[in-house]
């Protein structure tokens, strides 16, 4: 599966912002999908992940309440809403993809979009 990572940008803190990762193929719903993001000089970690159905989801505690991850399996799209944005989100965000269960771990992802730089202004 391809996967190609949209919509981020720049936004003031408060702000909102939703990424799509568009998936080619037509057994997007095989995958389990995860959203991570890498900061400058920070390692990749883990945002939100969602089930294959979309049925259950995960999250960072940093994101909960402020993030939502949903998935669209006849549009082959996943999503990730993020509101009240702060400067500590400032980060290239990736979307990846899974034939297993989903995962925290970047290292249970087979599959990575390009990421998508989102920028959060104080």
């Known amino acids: 599966v391809q996967l190609q990572a949209s919509g981020g940008g720049l936004v003031q803190a408060g702000g909102s912002l939703r990424l799509s990762c568009a998936a080619s193929?037509?057994?997007?719903?095989?995958?389990?999908m995860g959203w991570f993001r890498q900061a400058p000089g920070k390692e990749r970690e883990f945002v939100a992940a969602?089930?294959?159905?979309?049925?259950?989801?995960s999250y960072t505690d940093s994101v909960k309440g402020r993030f939502t991850i949903s998935r669209d399996n006849a549009k082959n799209t996943v999503y990730l809403q993020m509101n009240g944005l702060k400067p500590e989100d400032t980060a290239v965000y990736y979307c990846?993809?899974?034939?297993?269960?989903?995962?925290?771990?970047?290292?249970?992802?087979?599959?990575w979009g390009q990421g998508t730089q989102v920028t959060v202004s104080s």
């Open positions: 969602i089930t294959r159905s979309g049925g259950s989801t």
């Open positions: 990846a993809a899974t034939a297993t269960y989903y995962s925290v771990y970047a290292a249970g992802y087979a599959y």
């Open positions: 193929g037509r057994t997007f719903s095989s995958y389990a």
